[in-house]
């Protein structure tokens, strides 16, 4: 454990002095805090919603490119460099190599999704109040804020971009290439997130039998990542969701990021470095 | 140069038998043998040196003494642990062929990080990372990021690095690459003392001179498979052949030998040393291993 902790602080390090972690921060920053000033352009939806809709859709999309990106990068870098070779002649395993590179790019999302979350919980805490006496004044529902429930979101997208961050380092630990790990870890994010379709197709009378058991067998093979999409009825839903579903979801995550390491571990120990 | 006396009865360092490693290339897993059948020992408190020419094997057996390949078959023993096993490589130091760090840390900071990756206790931490970084004189050029240092530095930080924790095995490939004459002898002087602390050293590289000077035997390589090994004496050595060191006359008759010495003594010379004419390792390597068609 001492050296899976050295080497996911070494990696977060590394992580965070890199220009691209600071330009998506920078620019997810930017997005959430420029969705203030342009809800005149929201068609029709509660302000408050529209600007928690952009920021969760910047939390997730920044995030997933972040945590794609940079945990092809990371790997990568230590295999092309050959500084993993320096790495492995230490006493150190390959399954600590790679929970240490796993827990130190997670370590990363989890600053990233603080950061944005945490500018989210600010810009939404300052315009409900303003929004309350506007809706108080025409005879509306006040609208419903709860940062809590926020908070139990961030923590769910962290959870969410630990699986996109697993599922990418057991993709790279067999590809021999970066653009091929970073194009296969991009598919395989987009399949996890339209899960809710495919399972459509699998059940549909239309589809052929291929396209059942091709659409099947990916519902099974990679994560639902479309569960972890609660953000508007945990913040801004007066009724919330049940402790159980969000438990659920929990064990649902970490059962699937230990899966995905479990295989990882299982691949890198026969790749010859 | 004098072998320790480790032949038989401890542990030797390394010990290789049979060793093989095949790869598979290709869309159709060609099979490509890089290592055939090899087997030496390194004795521990020994420098060994590991030479051959460019694809010789050298490298891949590098890699399975470290655990980075599996071999195909045969086995490679460090300190009695099997060379996959995690726990082979605590007493290891190594340094890669033109090694490239972490460019983001400090000199300080890089030998530290490998120091705690590699176990040894935070008490005694401050004081390993000086040690290393002392012996390879990089204690000035310490707190500068590692990616403003000179090839050369990159080398002493690179084997600072390899010995932060006091391992009894140092593994060097290519030690003196793109080092000056001045710092590759100083590396030199840092493989000695290891070997004064009892330490052993396995050293890969071209520059033979070194190797000749500083090795107690050496094992070359050619095409995967082990062409020699031995002490340097053995190996060079011609004794088929015999010098005459004469001071004071310029001719030598091996058959007239008796008659040469009291021909000497005669004429108020000495004999001062008979030994066998004896190749430089650069000699032997070019004669032996240069590329021809066959």
New interface residues.
């Given amino acids: 454990m001492n050296a899976v902790f050295w080497i996911a602080k070494n990696t977060f390090l590394e992580a965070v002095r890199q220009k691209f972690f600071n330009f998506l921060l920078l620019l997810g920053l930017v997005m959430t805090a420029v969705s203030v000033g342009i809800t005149g352009f929201n068609f029709g939806s509660s302000e408050l919603k529209f600007i928690a809709d952009f920021g969760f859709g910047g939390l997730f999309l920044f995030g997933s490119i972040l945590a794609v990106v940079m945990s092809v990068q990371l790997f990568f870098a230590e295999i092309d460099n050959r500084t993993a070779i320096t790495l492995l002649a230490k006493p150190v395993n390959r399954r600590a190599f790679i929970l240490g590179k796993f827990f130190g790019v997670w370590a990363l999302l989890g600053v990233f999704t603080l950061i944005m979350t945490g500018l989210l919980a600010l810009v939404l805490a300052l315009r409900q109040p303003a929004l309350a006496q506007v809706a108080l004044a025409r005879g509306m529902p006040e609208p419903f804020l709860s940062l809590s429930g926020l908070g139990i979101f961030a923590l769910l997208q962290w959870l969410r971009l630990g699986i996109v961050a697993a599922m990418t380092v057991a993709f790279t630990s067999f590809s021999q290439t970066y653009l091929y790990a970073v194009i296969v870890s991009f598919c395989g994010l987009l399949i996890a997130q339209l899960q809710y379709i495919l399972q459509d197709v699998a059940g549909s009378a239309k589809s052929s039998l291929i396209v059942k058991c091709g659409a099947e067998a990916l519902t099974k093979l990679l994560p639902n990542l479309q569960l972890f999409n609660l953000g508007p009825q945990l913040t801004l839903n007066a009724q919330g969701v049940p402790a159980g579903t969000i438990a659920e979801i929990f064990g649902y995550g970490s059962v699937w990021i230990v899966v995905l390491l479990l295989v990882t571990v299982w691949c890198f120990r026969h790749r010859e470095m | 140069m004098k072998t320790p006396s480790c032949e038989n009865g401890c542990v030797p360092a390394i010990e290789i038998s049979g060793l093989t490693k095949d790869?598979r290339i290709g869309i159709r897993g060609v099979k490509l043998r890089a290592v055939d059948n090899v087997s030496f020992r390194v004795n521990a408190g020994e420098i060994f040196g590991l030479l051959g020419p460019n694809g010789s094997g050298k490298s891949t057996t590098l890699?399975i003494i470290?655990?980075?390949?599996?071999p195909t078959s045969g086995s490679c023993r460090i300190f009695g642990h099997e060379s996959t096993e995690?726990?082979a490589?605590?007493e290891?130091g190594?340094l890669?062929e033109?090694?490239?760090?972490?460019g983001?840390?400090s000199g300080r900071e890089l030998v530290r990080?490998?120091a705690?990756?590699?176990?040894v206790p935070a008490k005694q931490l401050d004081e390993a990372v000086e040690k290393a970084l002392e012996t390879t004189g990089m204690t000035e050029a310490a707190d500068r990021r590692v990616k403003t240092y000179s090839k050369g530095m990159l080398q002493r930080i690179?084997v600072a690095?390899a010995i932060v924790?006091d391992p009894q095995l140092v593994?060097l490939d290519e030690p003196t690459a793109g080092i000056d004459p001045v710092g590759s002898a100083e590396i030199g002087e840092c493989i000695l003392a290891m070997k004064k602390r009892g330490k052993t050293v396995v050293l890969c590289s071209h520059l033979l001179g070194q190797v000749e000077n500083i090795c107690d035997r050496i094992a070359i390589m050619n095409r995967g498979k082990l062409v020699v090994t031995g002490t340097l004496d053995n190996v060079l050595t011609r004794k088929d052949q015999t010098t005459l060191t004469i001071s004071g006359l310029d001719a030598f008759s091996e058959k007239d030998f008796a008659e040469l010495d009291a021909f000497l003594r005669a004429r108020g010379a000495t004999l001062d040393a008979v030994s066998h004419p004896r190749l430089s390792l650069e000699k032997f390597f070019i004669q032996n291993f240069s590329k021809d068609p066959q």
């Fill in positions: 790869f890699k470290l655990g980075l390949f599996r995690t726990a490589r605590r290891v190594f890669p033109a090694p490239y760090f972490y983001y840390l990080f490998y705690r990756i590699a176990g690179g690095q924790h593994i």
